[in-house]
């Protein structure tokens, strides 16, 4: 795996815990997002990197709003 795929692995996996550990009213939405988020090519069985920038985003944006809202 590429270092920076690996990166936002990493900071998704963070973004997660935050979420786990400082909005758990937000988990409802990481299941929603997690199932729409896309596959990449299921012949490769690899998700593209925008589809991880994307995903990345809406957990930093759901907790932007969240806080906002607090």
């Known amino acids: ?15 997660i815990r935050v979420i786990e550990d400082q909005h758990p009213e937000l988990q409802k939405y990481l299941d929603e997002s997690r199932s729409t988020l896309p596959q990449g090519n299921l012949n490769e069985g690899k998700m593209d990197d925008e589809s991880l ?18």
């Open 53 to 70: 920038k994307d995903y990345k985003d809406y957990l930093k944006g759901l907790i932007q709003k969240h806080a906002k809202k607090s």
């Open 1 to 15: 795996m590429e270092h920076a795929k690996t990166d936002i692995l990493s900071e998704i996996s963070t973004l």
